[in-house]
């Protein structure tokens, strides 16, 4: 086999983890920026469950959607 086509299919299989990587670590972030918004609803301003469940699900909607587009319009 041709080393330089070797070379260029361990790249091409590199490339492909980082997109894993790059999904698992956005779906990470805005897990976490769900949780943060739904305990500080809850704990700080008393808001209700339902309320503070909604604003939580909706900004780990959105960011995941920042993040993604992010992701593709920066790589």
Do not use: K, N, W
């Amino acid at each position: 086999m041709d080393p330089d086509q070797d070379l260029l299919d361990q790249l091409d299989r590199r490339e492909a983890g980082g997109l894993t990587f790059a999904i698992g670590l956005a779906g990470c972030l805005a897990a976490l920026a769900g949780i943060v918004t739904y305990f500080t609803l809850t704990l700080e301003l008393r808001a209700t469950a339902d309320v503070a469940r909604g604003a939580a699900a909706l900004v780990f909607i959105v960011s995941a959607a920042l993040l993604g587009a992010s992701h593709y319009r920066f790589r």
